[in-house]
């Protein structure tokens, strides 16, 4: 049974930063490209950036680009996303995912290429 734990949400305040982890089980971790998105209320669930298998090529939103870094340790089966200088308009439910195809920009930012996925956890950020 796979399952991807997250952890690391929270309240804070406009420039702080946060670590969310997610620790997957259940399938071999190397073998999969691993997926950030959110879900703000009201909205659909938007990508937020991508990790490749193993040489550590990534992918991110515009929006996040230079203020959010994703990284993985296969040895320990986690992704992280480390997120600095946060907006109130980051304030989402944040999703990892895991996906078994090619690790191309259009592929692994779409949630429905995405194999399985995380419970979220809340990011609230005020201003």
């Known amino acids: 049974q796979v399952q991807l734990v997250q952890s690391g949400g929270g309240l804070v305040q406009a420039g702080a930063s946060l670590r969310l982890s997610c620790a997957a089980s259940g399938l071999t971790f190397s073998r999969y490209a691993m997926g950030w998105f959110r879900q703000a209320p009201g909205k659909e669930r938007e990508f937020v950036a991508a990790i490749s298998r193993s040489d550590g090529s990534t992918y991110y939103a515009d929006s996040v680009k230079g203020r959010f870094a994703v990284s993985r340790d296969n040895a320990k089966s986690t992704v992280y996303l480390q997120m600095n200088s946060l907006k109130p308009e980051d304030t989402a439910v944040y999703y990892c995912?895991?996906?078994?195809?090619?690790?191309?920009?259009?592929?692994?930012?779409?949630?429905?290429?995405?194999?399985?996925w995380g419970k979220g956890t809340l990011v609230t950020v005020s201003s």
């Open positions: 995912a895991a996906d078994s195809g090619p690790f191309t920009y259009y592929i692994v930012s779409s949630p429905s290429s995405m194999s399985y």
